[in-house]
């Protein structure tokens, strides 16, 4: 596509529920991201993508977070057990590959756990 | 690991008017790369400058230039000729080709321009 698309641009889930947050890459990029983003607070790395597979996951916070890939392109950021603290915007980025090029992004999941 | 550092939560600067941001990083690595992103409240972020570390020559991009001092550790952002449209968050990132390409941002500067 024409840049990263991230949906839902919003959701609101009960504590304790299940989340997952899509992002569509540009096409042809290999390398993807996921950064949580707090009020008030620059993005937090998560996970990184080179492929399908997470080359560097040490940005989760626990086991209640995970990221998948399968095919290489459209990727799923999966919260389960969802807690109050969770609440942020979930940013994802892509980039043709290594190196110096830029990390273009999406424009976030606001996720409210209420 | 690596930080980033931005210790101007909020500047103010007049429209038509020049502003400097400030960012300062720690690294032990000799090559990397750093940004400039903006933030508008669309939550987008944007690309405003990059500049390789083994390059002496400051980036510049049109009204927008950096003053980058690698011994020093900081990468500052000059907005020239501000405008409304440049009120936004701007965020400092570093980016490492070394470890997995990860970027480390900054916690931010909100700019706002008055008119």
């Known amino acids: 596509g024409a840049g990263v698309s991230q949906t839902p641009s919003n959701k609101v889930t009960e504590k304790g529920k299940y989340v997952e947050l899509r992002c569509d890459p540009i096409s042809g990029h290999t390398a993807l991201y996921w950064y949580r983003q707090s009020l008030g607070q620059g993005p937090e790395f998560l996970i990184y993508f080179q492929g399908t597979g997470a080359a560097d996951d040490s940005g989760l916070p626990n086991d209640r977070f995970f990221a998948v890939r399968p095919e290489g392109s459209v990727s799923t950021l999966k919260i389960q057990r969802t807690e109050r603290g969770d609440s942020a915007v979930y940013l994802c980025?892509?980039?043709?590959?290594?190196?110096?090029?830029?990390?273009?992004f999406g424009q976030g999941t606001r996720l409210t756990v209420v | 690991a690596q930080t980033v550092t931005q210790s101007q939560p909020e500047m103010s600067v007049q429209e038509a008017e020049t502003v400097t941001l400030s960012c300062t990083y720690d690294t032990s690595e000799s090559d990397y790369y750093l940004f400039w992103y903006k933030q508008p409240p669309s939550r987008q972020m944007i690309l405003v400058i990059r500049q390789e570390a083994y390059k002496q020559q400051n980036a510049t991009e049109n009204r927008f230039s950096v003053n980058f001092q690698k011994a020093a550790k900081s990468f500052s952002l000059k907005i020239s000729d501000s405008q409304l449209g440049d009120a936004a968050m701007y965020f400092c990132?570093?980016?490492?080709?070394?470890?997995?390409?990860?970027?480390?941002f900054g916690a931010g500067t909100r700019l706002t321009v008055k008119p």
């Open positions: 990132a570093y980016r490492s080709p070394y470890n997995n390409n990860d970027m480390r």
């Open positions: 980025a892509s980039s043709p590959g290594a190196g110096n090029t830029e990390a273009f």
